[in-house]
Structure formats: structure tokens, C-alpha cells
């Protein structure tokens, strides 16, 4: 039986981003946008795509006295789609404001401060769904130990 302490690493992400207004579970998606079936027209833009990692340290950083991992890191890419480099830049920054520096509360977890983990990435032109969009990419993570 899992205990889902990795689950609620990663929805402590998701949840911030669907928190926020702007945003909202219409424009959040985990790891994939729906598939819009014919004759369904396309997903409207902007939206966010987050993928999420959550890793168990090893060796040393994260290993309790008794040998036990009890470190946990978690990281979020989130590739921010809209139909211009503004439109994709403003979803970026609506990603930034819902999740840096918000410390997650997790029970039986102390969880420190989500932060930018790599540099943004510029708007990339995308034209493989047949119609052009723009994704910007940025990656936020925290640590939590319990």
C-alpha cells in the first residue's frame, strides 16, 4: 500500500497554480493537455503544461542517522503555451507569482520555500499541432524533510 506522500508533493504544485484566478483547473494540465476529438474545436490558449518530478535523495544529503532517506525533492517544469512570446511570457508570470517563495504545507513534512530551480527558457515556436503557439518553460521545486 503506498502512503501517497509523493502524490502530495506533487499536487502541493498544482494545487497553488489552480488556486490562482487567472489560472484556474481550465488552463492547468498534469502532463498533458486533454485530447480534443473532432470535430472539438482546439484548446483555447494560453495554458500550462506542468510535469513533475519528485525524487527521494540519496547517499548522505537527506539520510537520517539510521540510514533512512527522508529528503524529499520536488520539482515542477512548467511550459507555459500561448499564441505569442507576450502571451507565453504572461502565463509565465502568473506561474511565477502562484508558486515562488510559497512555503507548501505538507503533514508531517517541514517543507521550505519553492524556488526558480533553472533559468527561464525563451518562447519556442511551435508548429507541430498544426497551428503556431509559443511555449516558455521555467522550473520551480522545493525540499521537504520529515
Same mark, same amino acid.
Not at 37 to 49: D, M, S, T
Given at each position: 500500500?503506498?502512503?501517497?506522500?509523493?502524490?502530495?508533493?506533487?499536487?502541493?504544485?498544482?494545487?497553488?497554480?489552480?488556486?490562482?484566478?487567472?489560472?484556474?483547473?481550465?488552463?492547468?494540465?498534469?502532463?498533458?493537455?486533454?485530447?480534443?476529438?473532432?470535430?472539438?474545436?482546439?484548446?483555447?490558449?494560453?495554458?500550462?503544461?506542468?510535469?513533475?518530478?519528485?525524487?527521494?535523495?540519496?547517499?548522505?544529503?537527506?539520510?537520517?542517522?539510521?540510514?533512512?532517506?527522508?529528503?524529499?525533492?520536488?520539482?515542477?517544469?512548467?511550459?507555459?503555451?500561448?499564441?505569442?512570446?507576450?502571451?507565453?511570457?504572461?502565463?509565465?508570470?502568473?506561474?511565477?507569482?502562484?508558486?515562488?517563495?510559497?512555503?507548501? =504545507?505538507?503533514?508531517?513534512?517541514?517543507?521550505?520555500?519553492?524556488?526558480?530551480?533553472?533559468?527561464?527558457?525563451?518562447?519556442?515556436?511551435?508548429?507541430?499541432?498544426?497551428?503556431? =503557439?509559443?511555449?516558455?518553460?521555467?522550473?520551480?521545486?522545493?525540499?521537504?524533510?520529515?
Amino acid at each position: 500500500m503506498s502512503d501517497l506522500l509523493d502524490e502530495q508533493h506533487a499536487q502541493v504544485g498544482l494545487a497553488l497554480l489552480i488556486a490562482n484566478p487567472a489560472l484556474g483547473a481550465a488552463k492547468v494540465f498534469d502532463g498533458a493537455v486533454p485530447n480534443q476529438v473532432p470535430p472539438a474545436p482546439p484548446l483555447p490558449l494560453p495554458y500550462v503544461i506542468v510535469y513533475t518530478v519528485v525524487s527521494w535523495t540519496r547517499d548522505g544529503i537527506g539520510t537520517a542517522l539510521n540510514g533512512t532517506q527522508v529528503t524529499v525533492t520536488t520539482t515542477w517544469n512548467c511550459h507555459c503555451v500561448g499564441e505569442t512570446a507576450a502571451s507565453a511570457r504572461a502565463m509565465a508570470m502568473l506561474v511565477r507569482s502562484s508558486l515562488l517563495n510559497v512555503r507548501p =504545507v505538507i503533514a508531517g513534512r517541514n517543507c521550505g520555500p519553492i524556488k526558480l530551480t533553472d533559468d527561464p527558457q525563451a518562447p519556442q515556436r511551435d508548429e507541430t499541432t498544426g497551428r503556431l =503557439v509559443m511555449d516558455e518553460s521555467a522550473t520551480y521545486g522545493f525540499v521537504s524533510t520529515g
